[in-house]
């Protein structure tokens, strides 16, 4: 460690004093007694789940570079690239709207215009306006330990009623990628962890691993973004993500993700019999009474799991999509092109009626969004004393 303008800068060995700050860790004293029990908590993480494991998938945010340094984020991410490349379109199209609504027609042609390049071409990064956007990649990891993966730590902000937990605003929203910001000792570790980790997970394909390790030398810096949670399930005695590639802003959302599944996604996709729905249901019962982090059901022990995230930074910004990474959907413009193609496209006024299975799922659905409002208006019953 050597002293930095505030509290103090962590350098990788071999670099020269004159460090760029995209390979500068700086770690500052963390104001206030929150903050100081949530890097006290962090640091015992460390002993607890030693272990770091990628999670496989990642996050992918379009982002616009700010002139004052770093990359902000918009409220929600995507799991693959396209994805979060449909965003930015749709970001485009909403800045030409308000410019045609304030008569400004030059920036309205100039929003559009890259509104229809993100509808047909593969654009990870563009400049409209005079500012700069890019498609990044945001890989997740957890700790393990032996005991399983690590839960949700008291520190987590965990606000929301048992049902309500979507209503939130996302932590992203406004967070800016950004190097020089500060963090506390406990983090400044774990991102010096984390950067220098492939973060693959066994049996990758060889291009993934190459990629991945590729990337801890183009982009040798990191940012941390706020955790979010996941579910993790242990069947014949082994731990496997419930959902890859789907996770929640807060652990009551990840219970709330849980509970859906067990009382309509689970006798929906495994054809349950009505004892096992039953079963099901009881334990997304328990689920919302307890707010607990582990749950048994059916010979599966579910928990809720803390995944970091790190956005990994180069000399010209964050890391973008890699050659490897899934992203399976093409453009929307050249994806109508290939549905019509093939014959499978049809407008709107030849939608076909719905089948039973579909009639089905929107059966579960609506008893769940019933039960639902039931629940709540129960719960403010209970709290008026009634």
Not at 87 to 103: I, K, N, P
């Amino acid at each position: 460690m050597r002293p930095g303008p505030v509290g103090h800068s962590l350098y990788m060995s071999g670099y020269e004093d004159e460090v760029p700050a995209y390979r500068t860790i700086r770690m500052t004293v963390q104001e206030g007694p929150i903050a100081a029990f949530a890097d006290q908590e962090a640091w015992l993480a460390r002993d607890r789940y030693p272990q770091l494991r990628g999670v496989g998938l990642a996050e992918y945010f379009y982002a616009k570079e700010l002139e004052t340094g770093g990359w902000e984020l918009p409220e929600f991410g995507a799991s693959a690239p396209q994805q979060a490349r449909d965003s930015l379109g749709s970001y485009f199209r909403r800045h030409a709207h308000d410019a045609e609504v304030a008569g400004d027609e030059k920036s309205r042609r100039r929003w559009m215009a890259a509104a229809l390049r993100m509808d047909r071409e593969v654009v990870d990064e563009v400049r409209v306006m005079g500012e700069r956007f890019r498609i990044i990649r945001v890989a997740h990891f957890i700790r393990l330990g032996d005991g399983g993966p690590e839960p949700p730590r008291p520190s987590d902000p965990d606000p929301g009623e048992v049902g309500e937990a979507y209503k939130l605003p996302s932590r992203n929203k406004g967070f800016v990628v950004d190097p020089y910001t500060g963090t506390g000792v406990s983090e400044g570790i774990l991102k010096l962890d984390l950067i220098q980790s492939v973060g693959i997970l066994r049996g990758a394909p060889p291009e993934m691993t190459e990629e991945a390790r590729r990337a801890v030398h183009t982009h040798p810096g990191g940012v941390l973004l706020p955790a979010v949670f996941l579910i993790c399930d242990r069947t014949d005695r082994k731990w496997q993500f419930h959902n890859p590639g789907t996770t929640h802003a807060t652990p009551q959302a990840a219970r709330d993700a849980l509970a859906m599944w067990l009382r309509v996604m689970a006798p929906f996709t495994l054809e349950l019999t009505d004892a096992e729905k039953a079963a099901y249901a009881e334990a997304a019962d328990r689920l919302d009474e307890k707010r607990t982090n582990t749950l048994s059901v059916d010979g599966h022990r579910f928990r809720v799991t803390r995944a970091e995230r790190l956005a990994r930074i180069g000399p010209d910004g964050p890391e973008g999509p890699r050659p490897s990474d899934f992203d399976p959907e093409p453009p929307v413009e050249i994806q109508t092109r290939q549905l019509k193609a093939q014959g499978l496209w049809r407008e709107e006024d030849e939608m076909s009626e719905p089948d039973e299975r579909t009639l089905e799922f929107k059966r579960l659905m609506e008893e769940e969004e019933a039960r639902r409002i039931a629940a709540k208006e129960e719960r403010k019953r209970r709290r008026k004393g009634l």
